[in-house]
T-cell receptor, first 113, second 118 residues
Framework: GQQLNQSPQSMFIQEGEDVSMNCTSS?????WLWYKQDPGEGPVLLIA?????ELTSNGRLTAQFGITRKDSFLNISASIPSDVGIYFC?????????????FGKGTLLTVNP | NAGVMQNPRHLVRRRGQEARLRCSPV?????VYWYRQLPEEGLKFMVY????????ESGMPKERFSAEFPKEGPSILRIQQVVRGDSAAYFC????????????????FGSGTRLTVV
C-alpha cells in the first residue's frame, strides 16, 4: 500500500524559531493534507494542497505540494508554545477509495519558551 | 454547533471483555469513518460507513471487530474478546459527503477513545 515518510521524527526548538518538516512518498498523491494533533485530542486539518507546485499559507504556517507529487513540506514561522503537538501529513488513496487517508507517523514538535 | 462526539474518552477493559465505542457525527453528516492510532504511529483507516451501510471495511480485522451506523443513533465500533494488542486510540471522523468531491476534504475528527486492555 501507499506509505508516507515524515522527517524529522521529533524537533526541539526555542520559541521564536522557524520550523520545517517534510513528507515523502514512493507513489504519487493528488492531494496533500497537513494535520496537527494536540495531546489527548484528534487531528485537526491545518492546510490542504490540491495542485502540484501549490504553495498555501494559513497564518504562520506555509505548506507546499512538491512538483513531483511525491513530497510536501510544512513550515512554521516564529514558533510559539501552543505550536507544540504532533504534525501529520496525509493523503487520500487514488482511484475509487479516495475517502481513505494514509497518514505519516508524524513529527513531534516541542517548543521551549 | 457540536463537532464529532466520541465516548467514552477513556475505556479500560480486561482481556476477553467487549469494548463498545460510540461516535456521534457532526449534525447533518451522513458519512462516518473509523481510524486506529497505535502509540507513536499515524492513524490507520479501519472502516467507512454511511447510514445503515458499510461501504468499506478493508482496514478492519475480520475477526472480533464490527461497526455499524444505524438509521437512528450513533455509530458503534465493537471489539469482542479484546486482547492487549487492541490497546490504541480510536478516532471517528465524519463528512457531509464523500471526501474528494470538488477537491474538498471535509473530514472532521473527534477527540478519540483511548482503549486500554489490561
Amino acid at each position: 500500500g501507499q506509505q508516507l515518510n515524515q522527517s524529522p521524527q521529533s524537533m526541539f526548538i526555542q520559541e521564536g524559531e522557524d520550523v520545517s518538516m517534510n513528507c515523502t512518498s514512493s507513489s504519487i498523491f493528488n492531494t496533500w493534507l497537513w494535520y496537527k494533533q494536540d495531546p489527548g485530542e484528534g487531528p485537526v486539518l491545518l492546510i490542504a494542497l490540491y495542485k502540484a507546485g501549490e504553495l498555501t499559507s494559513n497564518g504562520r504556517l506555509t505548506a507546499q505540494f512538491g512538483i513531483t507529487r511525491k513530497d510536501s513540506f510544512l513550515n512554521i514561522s516564529a514558533s510559539i508554545p501552543s505550536d507544540v503537538g504532533i504534525y501529520f501529513c496525509a493523503g487520500p488513496n487514488s482511484g475509487g477509495s479516495n475517502y481513505k487517508l494514509t497518514f505519516g507517523k508524524g513529527t513531534l514538535l516541542t517548543v521551549n519558551p | 454547533n457540536a463537532g464529532v462526539m466520541q465516548n467514552p474518552r477513556h475505556l479500560v477493559r480486561r482481556r476477553g471483555q467487549e469494548a463498545r465505542l460510540r461516535c456521534s457525527p457532526v449534525k447533518g453528516h451522513s458519512h462516518v469513518y473509523w481510524y486506529r492510532q497505535l502509540p507513536e504511529e499515524g492513524l490507520k483507516f479501519m472502516v467507512y460507513l454511511q447510514k445503515e451501510n458499510i461501504i468499506d471495511e478493508s482496514g478492519m480485522p475480520k475477526e472480533r471487530f464490527s461497526a455499524e451506523f444505524p438509521k437512528e443513533g450513533p455509530s458503534i465500533l465493537r471489539i469482542q474478546q479484546v486482547v492487549r494488542g487492541d490497546s490504541a486510540a480510536y478516532f471517528c471522523a465524519s463528512s457531509p459527503n464523500t471526501p474528494g468531491q470538488g477537491a474538498n476534504y471535509g473530514y472532521t475528527f473527534g477527540s478519540g477513545t483511548r482503549l486500554t486492555v489490561v
